[in-house]
T-cell receptor
Framework: GAVVSQHPSWVICKSGTSVKIECRSL??????MFWYRQFPKQSLMLMAT?????????EQGVEKDKFLINHASLTLSTLTVTSAHPEDSSFYIC???????????FGPGTRLTVL | QKEVEQDPGPLSVPEGAIVSLNCTYS??????FMWYRQYSRKGPELLMY????GNKEDGRFTAQVDKSSKYISLFIRDSQPSDSATYLC???????????FGKGNQVVVIP
């Protein structure tokens, strides 16, 4: 149980384009989903927290107009990187929590490369 | 002082050895303690989850929490090459879903 999927697993795009990443909880309803960014050999950096039906809460220094988060249902959250630039290239990981405990279950990650 | 301290390693051990990993933390409000395993280019996988102090065992894995010392440990018995990964400790306070992570400890099990 507690499986989280992400799509796509990797994406390459041109500078200036937008990219959408989906995060789904497959076998549970996720009251809260989180989006992280991870640079090579570093730990996870929390970008934002989203609750179903509410606006996402962004961490300090994360541009909400650049990283658009939508949490339309209890099983789906999306992250859209708008007007992507090479410095946005990274590994993006989502996680979800059932709310019953504070455990987060992570997706497999999406590797974004912006040319 | 960082909220969670974890020696990034790397830690190399021969196959069959016991792997010992640990984290220290400063926030006494932390009540939930987790260990995640992350293979290269993959998302973290939950290994162990412990509430408050005590020990928890699951197969070859044992997690220990000592809240009085603000110290948590993960032990891997009979280590296998497939255990080679980065191990992240994480913790959170009651009523707060945010996780505080350690830097991650890279473990290499040599056949």
């Amino acid at each position: 149980g507690a499986v989280v999927s992400q799509h796509p697993s990797w994406v390459i795009c041109k500078s200036g384009t937008s990219v959408k990443i989906e995060c789904r909880s497959l076998d549970f309803q996720a009251t809260t989903m989180f989006w992280y960014r991870q640079f090579p050999k570093q730990s996870l950096m929390l970008m934002a927290t989203s609750n179903e039906g509410s606006k996402a809460t962004y961490e300090q220094g994360v541009e909400k107009d650049k990283f658009l988060i939508n949490h339309a249902s209890l099983t789906l959250s999306t992250l859209t990187v708008t007007s992507a630039h090479p410095e946005d290239s990274s590994f993006y990981i989502c996680s979800a929590t059932t709310g019953i405990t504070d455990t987060q279950y992570f997706g497999p990650g999406t590797r974004l490369t912006v040319l | 002082q960082k909220e969670v301290e974890q020696d990034p390693g790397p830690l190399s051990v021969p196959e069959g050895a016991i792997v010992s990993l640990n984290c220290t933390y400063s926030n006494s409000a932390f009540q939930y303690f987790m260990w995640y395993r992350q293979y290269s280019r993959k998302g973290p996988e939950l290994l162990m989850y412990t509430y408050s102090s005590g020990n928890k065992e699951d197969g070859r894995f044992t997690a220990q929490v000592d809240k009085s010392s603000k110290y948590i440990s993960l032990f891997i018995r009979d280590s296998q090459p497939s255990d080679s990964a980065t191990y992240l400790c994480a913790m959170s306070a009651t009523g707060n879903n945010r996780l505080a992570f350690g830097k991650g400890n890279q473990v290499v099990v040599i056949p």
